[in-house]
C-alpha cells in the first residue's frame, strides 16, 4: 500500500460558501465523497492510504494574528513525523497568503512554498523522504474581497491569486537539476482536480 499525505488549507479541507448556517455564522464542510481528496480516494482505491491534513486559514508559513496555530511550515513537520512512512506529499497552499494583512507578493509566496518542499525531504524514523506533487494555489473567486468568506483579502486578491499560481509553477519547474523541486499543477474545478491528481499521483510514485 502507498500512503500519500494531502496537506493543504480550506480548499483541500472542503469549505463549502454554499453551505452558510446564519445561526452559527459559519460555513460548513463538503462531505467526504464531495471534496477532492475523497474524489482521489475513490480514484485510485483500496491500495493507496489517502491522508487528509487540511485546515481552514492554514498558510504557507506566515503567523496569522486573527488565526493561531495556522502556520503550514511549522504544521508540517509534525505531520510528517506522525505519518510516517509516507511515499508522497500532495501540498495546495498558498491561497491565505492573499490576505491583505499578509502584504505578500506572488515571489514572496512561492519562496514560501519552496521551503515546504525542502521540509519533506527530511526523513523521520528512518524511512526514506517521501516525493512530494505540489499543485499551485487556485485562482480565487473574482469578487472574494467583498464576499462574506473572503471580506480579509480585499480587492485585489483575485489578481495576485492568477500570478502566484504561475509563480509557484515556475519557480518549481525552473530550478536547476538537484536542488528541491516537485512537479507542479495549475488547477481548477474540483472533479477535474481529483481526476488530474489521481493520474499524477500514480505518475509521481511509479515513474519518478
Not at 452559527?24 to 467526504?32: G, K, L, S, V
Not at 508540517?76 to 506522525?82: A, M, Y
Not at 525542502?118 to 474581497?145: F, N, Q, R
Not at 492568477?162 to 488547477?187: E, F, H, W, Y
Request: net charge positive.
Amino acid at each position: 500500500m502507498k500512503n500519500v499525505l494531502i496537506y493543504g488549507d480550506s480548499n483541500t479541507w472542503g469549505y463549502d460558501v454554499t453551505r452558510y448556517v446564519p445561526e452559527a455564522d459559519i460555513f460548513q464542510r463538503m462531505t467526504e465523497t464531495e471534496r477532492w481528496p475523497g474524489i482521489v480516494r475513490s480514484l485510485l482505491g483500496p491500495e493507496y492510504n489517502i491522508i487528509e491534513d487540511a485546515l481552514n486559514a492554514r498558510t504557507v508559513a506566515w503567523d496569522d494574528p486573527y488565526n493561531p496555530g495556522r502556520n503550514g511550515w511549522k504544521g508540517l513537520k509534525t505531520s510528517l513525523d506522525v505519518n510516517a512512512p509516507l511515499d508522497l506529499v500532495v501540498i495546495q497552499l498558498g491561497c491565505n497568503e492573499l490576505k491583505e494583512f499578509f502584504n505578500l507578493s506572488a515571489g514572496m509566496i512561492a519562496f514560501g512554498v519552496e521551503k515546504l518542499v525542502k521540509e519533506c525531504a527530511t526523513s523521520y524514523w528512518g524511512y526514506p523522504a517521501p516525493k512530494v506533487l505540489l499543485i499551485a494555489p487556485a485562482p480565487t473567486h473574482p469578487d472574494i474581497g467583498i464576499l462574506r468568506s473572503g471580506v480579509r483579502f480585499g480587492p485585489n486578491a483575485y489578481k495576485k491569486s492568477l500570478s502566484s499560481a504561475n509563480t509557484t509553477a515556475r519557480s518549481q519547474s525552473g530550478r536547476a537539476a538537484g536542488s528541491s523541486t516537485a512537479p507542479s499543477l495549475i488547477l481548477r474545478s474540483t472533479r477535474w482536480t481529483a481526476c488530474i491528481i489521481r493520474r499524477q499521483i500514480t505518475r509521481s510514485l511509479h515513474l519518478w
